[in-house]
């Protein structure tokens, strides 16, 4: 995914955010540790990860979450 890399906002779903940060997302908790992978690995200010019926995670260097 180099495209994304200094992009401000990007929003992968579930398994594009498992297949870039390798890591299996079961919960929440696991959503926002890749969230903040991502936002590590393309260098962004937010990453939305959607959850499908599960809704979504907010990662971002704005607000420290």
Do not use: C, F
Request: glycine share 6%; no cysteine.
């Amino acid at each position: 995914y180099p495209l994304y890399k200094r992009a401000t906002v990007i929003k992968p779903n579930r398994k594009e955010a498992e297949e870039a940060t390798h890591t299996r997302i079961t919960d929440r908790a696991s959503a926002i540790r890749a969230g903040e992978q991502l936002l590590t690995l393309w260098d962004s200010d937010m990453v939305l990860i959607t959850l499908g019926e599960h809704g979504m995670v907010l990662a971002s260097r704005l607000s420290g979450q």
